[in-house]
Structures are given as structure tokens and as C-alpha cells.
């Protein structure tokens, strides 16, 4: 007699295998959530990173151009007073190249191109015509300029910076430059290579025919490359940020502009190195999720036994469909069905509310909704920042005075617009490199980055007075308090200074609101009266 063989499928394993299901499938949705929102805080925070230091850069080198063609002007006018000095001309070359490093070689030349002096003697050009592209620009235009890449009479390959040297009669005498080697050791390397090359991160410099001026790879210096963005990007945006494929590596690339030069200063970082931290990250969640996972699957084994019971005694009432009032035992079980619908619903609404939570995490931004400032997660991914580059900086702490009242007298739409206004206000004044955080309510900070604390009350002085003179309709004009204290690398932890700045936050409020306090001391630095 053969025996028929049916899998064991009674309640107690189904609820059993639906609670196993529901537990690997809320796990690994975790999992995936999680892996989903890193990976985009990853993207972002290496972009804006990237950008910022790109940012950095460029306005590094637009600080060495301003000063290297000021020092040319100043040679220019000397040189203008007695041009037919040898003497002279050959001392402000020596002098131009060897007092600073910004130049690799200096050269007077006359308006017919015929080098009149040169620094170092040694390339022998003294007394020829001058015939490259840099010198006939320079010679034709007879204005301050910046050559594009050009080859020199020396044959390397350069940069030529140049001032005219005019006659004190307006007379056209010719100019006097310094070149910068592309291919040596010069003042741009200089500039440029005093960063960090870590994880795959570099930084490389294109003119605006996307020739590349600088690049940790030297072979590579002179050579045209795709542009990572359309020049009229270029145009319209100083900096950005930007998803690229470099040799089929996808990559992470911040950038900014040099106004001088229109050069493009490019920070990038391979996108696989960023996101490397991930699979740590997720292995951590595992492992500490899964001993929950197996608790909760004990738990619910022995659920499903008790859950089991009564349907078990209603499976044996089934089995007495004959019997007298079996129907009346049968709805008087009945309502066990509606108690299990409800356990269903509220699995589903569990699954729902963890679906719900992890799509509130994916939507998590860095910012505040209602002034679109940093809000304080996104202070605090700048902070770390800084706190890696050792980037010193000063924070303004700063607090709209009487803001309760406002909301008090004018209701809290009133006040949100107050906070706008103040919020729009502190962006306009704060400079490109500047942070501006709302740090909860009325607060706000701002991070001064390479800023003394000096000039960081400066700016707390314009951004006080402008609030104070604006009219704001419905309310008039509101004031603001400002505590400031400063961070250096070496001094203290970042939350020190914050606190700092708390503290001279509230000695301004202590002294009559409306004022500027700097931490440490008790003078009252500015206010004004109404």
C-alpha cells in the first residue's frame, strides 16, 4: 500500500515562514535603504568637497596673478622714467626673479621686440628679437595681460606675464614680463602641488582651450583634453561640481575659475574609492541587525504556537458539522479570524511605517527647508571637513534679538519672513567661500574660512548694520546680536570654539543686543542706538 506524502502545512509553519519572510524582507530593504542614502551623502559631500577646494585653489592663484603683475607694474613705471638705463633694466629683471619666485625668467623688451634684459643671463637672449606668440601679443595689445601656453625662444613651454612700460610723454617704450615653466619646477607647481593626493584624489588645470596646464602626471602638461563641462557652463558658473568617466573610471570632479586667467581648476576623486567605505558600512548594520533578526524569529516561533491553538480547536470543531449547536460554537470562533486579519494589517503597516521611515532617510537633505541654509547635519559634514584639511576659520554666532516678541505681536508667518529676510541677507553678504547655517529658530552661523577674527567683525559689522536698516513690512526694523570667536588646527576642538561663540553671543545679548562681541572680550565693539 502505497502512502501518499503531503508537506506539513498547518497554520503554525505558514505564520512561522510569514514571519521569516517579513524579517528578511524588512532586513534586506534596510540593507538596501541604507546603501541607497550613504551612498548618495558619499556623492554629495565628496562633490561639494571637491568644489570647494577647487574653489580654493583658483582663488589662490588669482591672489599669485594680482601680485606677480603688480610687482610687473611697479618695474614698468621705474623702468618708464629712464628706459635707455642698462644698468637699470638689467637690476629690476634680477631683482623681479630672484627678490620673489614667482617667475622662472624675467625680460625687458622694446617696443621692436629686442630683449634689452634678461634674468637668468644664462639663456643667452639679451640683444634678439623676440618672435613667439606671448611677445607679439604683448607688443600688439600694449595692455597688462596673461599669454595663453606658448613655446619659448628657450623652447619650454610657458606662461608669459606682461606689463606695458610707457614714457612719461604716453610714448610706447615695450613691456616687461616674467615666465612661469609649465614643464618645471616653477611657482604654479608650487601653488597647485601643495595639496593631498590621497584615495586617487588629484587636481589638474586647463586653459579655456582645455590645454592642460598643470597635472600630477607631467606628460600630460601641454596636451588638450575634453572639457568636463560646455564652455557656456564655463561662463555662466565661477564653480560647480560634476559626474564624470575619465579612461572608463567614473569620477567624483568639483571645480572653479580663475577671473584673471579663465584657467579652470579641476578637483576630482575616483567615484569607486568614495563609495569603498560602504561595504564596511553595511556589514556593520549586518551584524547588528541580525541578532535582533534571530530574536525576533523566536519570539514569533513561539507565537505561531500560540496563535495556532484556537485554530487548532477550530479545525476540531470542523470536524463536528453534525453536532447540535456546532454552528453557534463555529461564530462564536469567528471573530479569531477577524483578530488574525488585523495581526496581517498590522505586519503590513509595520512594513509600512520601516518603508515610511527609510523613505523619510532617503529625502534627508542638508539643508533647511525654509531658508534653503545649511541646517545643522550639513554644518556639521563642513566642519569635518575642515577639521581633515586643518582649515582654520571664524564663526559668527548670531541670534535675532526680540524674536519671540515678534512672533508674540505678529504671529509666527510674520516671523518665518523675518527669518527669511535675515537668511537672504546673510547670503548676500557672505563671500563665495563663506558657510552660512541656520542652527535652529532665530540662530544662524556663519564659517569664515582663512578668516581673522578682525576681519571676521568687519563682516559681522556690515551684516548687523544692514539688517538694522532694512524695513521690514508689518514689523519695522529687527536687530541682530553677534558673538564671534575663532578655530586654528592647532588650538582646540571645533566644539570649543563653537561654544565661544555661544558664550560672546550671549555677552552681547547681556550687553544691550545690537552689538558685536568678540570671545574674550568685555568691551562692547559696536551698536547702534534707535
Not at 91 to 96: A, F, I, K, P, T
Request: charged share 20%; proline share 3%.
Amino acid at each position: 500500500m502505497l502512502m501518499r506524502l503531503r508537506p506539513k502545512t498547518d497554520l503554525r509553519t505558514l505564520i512561522a515562514l510569514l514571519a521569516i519572510t517579513s524579517i528578511v524582507i524588512t532586513l534586506a530593504n534596510t540593507l538596501y535603504a541604507t546603501w541607497r542614502v550613504q551612498r548618495m551623502v558619499l556623492i554629495e559631500s565628496t562633490l561639494e568637497a571637491n568644489r570647494a577646494y577647487a574653489t580654493k585653489l583658483a582663488a589662490t592663484t588669482e591672489v599669485f596673478f594680482q601680485l606677480a603683475q603688480s610687482q610687473l607694474h611697479y618695474s614698468a613705471t621705474q623702468l618708464g622714467n629712464d628706459f635707455d638705463n642698462a644698468d637699470l633694466s638689467q637690476q629690476e629683471v634680477n631683482r623681479l626673479r630672484e627678490q620673489t619666485n614667482s617667475f622662472n625668467s624675467v625680460a625687458v623688451v622694446d617696443s621692436n621686440g629686442i630683449v634689452k634684459a634678461i634674468s637668468p643671463e644664462s639663456l643667452m637672449l639679451k640683444g634678439m628679437q623676440l618672435t613667439s606668440q606671448a611677445s607679439r601679443e604683448a607688443l600688439a595689445q600694449r595692455q597688462p595681460m596673461v599669454s595663453k601656453p606658448s613655446i619659448s625662444a628657450a623652447n619650454n613651454l610657458i606662461v608669459f606675464v606682461s606689463w606695458p612700460i610707457w614714457s612719461k610723454d604716453g610714448r610706447y617704450l615695450g613691456y616687461v614680463g616674467g615666465t612661469i615653466y609649465l614643464k618645471k619646477k616653477s611657482i604654479l607647481n608650487a601653488l597647485l602641488g601643495e595639496q593631498f593626493y590621497r584615495d586617487g584624489t588629484h587636481v589638474y588645470v586647463l586653459d579655456r582651450n582645455n590645454q592642460v596646464l598643470y597635472h600630477q602626471n607631467s606628460q600630460l602638461i601641454g596636451k588638450s583634453v575634453p572639457g568636463i563641462v560646455s564652455d557656456r557652463q564655463r561662463e555662466e558658473k565661477t564653480n560647480g561640481e560634476v559626474q564624470l568617466t575619465e579612461e572608463n573610471v567614473p569620477k567624483l570632479a568639483g571645480y572653479a575659475i580663475v577671473p584673471t586667467t579663465g584657467w579652470m581648476v579641476v578637483a576630482l576623486k575616483p567615484t569607486d574609492v568614495t563609495l569603498a567605505p560602504l561595504t564596511g558600512l553595511l556589514l556593520k548594520v549586518l551584524k547588528n541587525s541580525v541578532p535582533f533578526a534571530l530574536l525576533t524569529l523566536l519570539v514569533a516561533v513561539i507565537l505561531a504556537r500560540l496563535i495556532a491553538l484556537p485554530l487548532w480547536q477550530l479545525a476540531r470543531k470542523a470536524s463536528q458539522m453534525d453536532s447540535q449547536g456546532v454552528s453557534s460554537e463555529i461564530g462564536g470562533i469567528r471573530a479569531w479570524y477577524f483578530e488574525a486579519a488585523q495581526v496581517k494589517r498590522a505586519l503590513l503597516t509595520g512594513i509600512g511605517l520601516v518603508q515610511d521611515k527609510i523613505g523619510r532617510l532617503k529625502s534627508e537633505v542638508q539643508s533647511d527647508p525654509m531658508t534653503n541654509l545649511l541646517n545643522r547635519r550639513g554644518l556639521s559634514a563642513v566642519l569635518d571637513y575642515f577639521a581633515t584639511m586643518r582649515q582654520p576659520f571664524s564663526v559668527l554666532a548670531l541670534d535675532i534679538d526680540h524674536f519671540k516678541r515678534v512672533n508674540d505681536t505678529f504671529g509666527h508667518d510674520v516671523g518665518d519672513e523675518v527669518i527669511k529676510h535675515v537668511a537672504r541677507t546673510l547670503r548676500s553678504s557672505a563671500r563665495q567661500t563663506d558657510v552660512v547655517c541656520r542652527n535652529g529658530g532665530e540662530e544662524f552661523l556663519m564659517l569664515l574660512p582663512a578668516t581673522s577674527v578682525e576681519d571676521a567683525r568687519i563682516l559681522a559689522e556690515r551684516v548687523r548694520i544692514s539688517i538694522a536698516e532694512n524695513w521690514i513690512d508689518q514689523v519695522g526694523n529687527v536687530t541682530l546680536s553677534v558673538g564671534i570667536a575663532d578655530w586654528q588646527p592647532e588650538s582646540g576642538s571645533q566644539e570649543q570654539s563653537l561654544k565661544q561663540a555661544d558664550a560672546a553671543l550671549y555677552q552681547a545679548k547681556n550687553a544691550g543686543r545690537n552689538c558685536v562681541m568678540i570671545s574674550g572680550q568685555d568691551a562692547l565693539v559696536s551698536s547702534i542706538t534707535h
